[in-house]
Each structure stands twice: as structure tokens, then as C-alpha cells.
């Protein structure tokens, strides 16, 4: 008997395909699970893809089949929409106590007058 961990990812949704229009796969799972998909300028929808994905979300398997072709992902939740674009900035949110404990250390040596030629 193996253990499994549930992670983050876990889920029901497996999809294998291969040399498939990434538009028309992206599509078909995010109408499954009730999400839209809004294809940025510079969106090849015709792109073929390759995926093998097992047990994961549906949130994980629409990134990953995303980043297979070359494209990145943004997921709204409360809208229930995805976009796809050729890239996208992320915000990552940590809590003030970990801001407040970085520290810097650093030291500075050597005159300006000898880095004259």
C-alpha cells in the first residue's frame, strides 16, 4: 500500500492529447468547469499541444496545458474566467512579520581616487 498526499493541485481532471489546437483544448476544459476563455493578441489558438496530465485541479490542469504551449495562464476566480496571454505578472502577497525580518548586510571598501585611469 502506497500513501498519497493531497496537495494544492489535486483533483480529478486527467487529459491526454497530443499534437491537439491548444485553443480548442484550453476551451473544452474550461467549459467543463464553467469557465470562460478570453485569448490575448498574440494568442496562437492553433498552436499543437502535447499533455499528458493526471489528478489535478482544474485551475493546475488549464495552467500546465497553458504552459506546455508557450503561454501563461491568469485565473479569475469570482468571474469565473481564464486568460491567456504570452505573459502576465504575479503578485505574491507575503505577511509584514516576514518583510520585517530581512535583513542586509553589506560592506563597501577601496578609495574612488585609484579607480581613476
Given at each position: 500500500?502506497?500513501?498519497?498526499?493531497?496537495?494544492?493541485?489535486?483533483?480529478?481532471?486527467?487529459?491526454?492529447?497530443?499534437?491537439?489546437?491548444?485553443?480548442?483544448?484550453?476551451?473544452?476544459?474550461?467549459?467543463?468547469?464553467?469557465?470562460?476563455?478570453?485569448?490575448?493578441?498574440?494568442?496562437?489558438?492553433?498552436?499543437?499541444?502535447?499533455?499528458?496530465?493526471?489528478?489535478?485541479?482544474?485551475?493546475?490542469?488549464?495552467?500546465?496545458?497553458?504552459?506546455?504551449?508557450?503561454?501563461?495562464?491568469?485565473?479569475d476566480r469570482v468571474g469565473?474566467?481564464?486568460?491567456?496571454?504570452?505573459?502576465?505578472s504575479y503578485t505574491f502577497?507575503?505577511?509584514?512579520?516576514?518583510?520585517?525580518?530581512?535583513?542586509?548586510q553589506y560592506s563597501v571598501?577601496?578609495?574612488?581616487?585609484?579607480?581613476?585611469?
Open positions: 500500500m502506497r500513501a498519497v498526499v493531497a496537495t494544492p493541485e489535486s483533483g480529478e481532471v486527467s487529459v491526454s492529447a497530443s499534437s491537439v489546437p491548444f485553443g480548442a483544448l484550453i476551451t473544452n476544459m474550461a467549459r467543463d468547469h464553467q469557465y470562460s476563455v478570453l485569448f490575448m493578441e498574440g494568442v496562437q489558438v492553433n498552436r499543437p499541444v502535447t499533455v499528458h496530465l493526471r489528478d489535478l485541479s482544474a485551475e493546475a490542469a488549464m495552467r500546465r496545458l497553458a504552459l506546455a504551449a508557450g503561454f501563461a495562464l491568469v485565473v469565473r474566467t481564464v486568460t491567456v496571454a504570452d505573459s502576465a502577497r507575503l505577511p509584514l512579520h516576514v518583510m520585517q525580518r530581512l535583513v542586509a571598501g577601496g578609495s574612488p581616487k585609484s579607480m581613476v585611469p
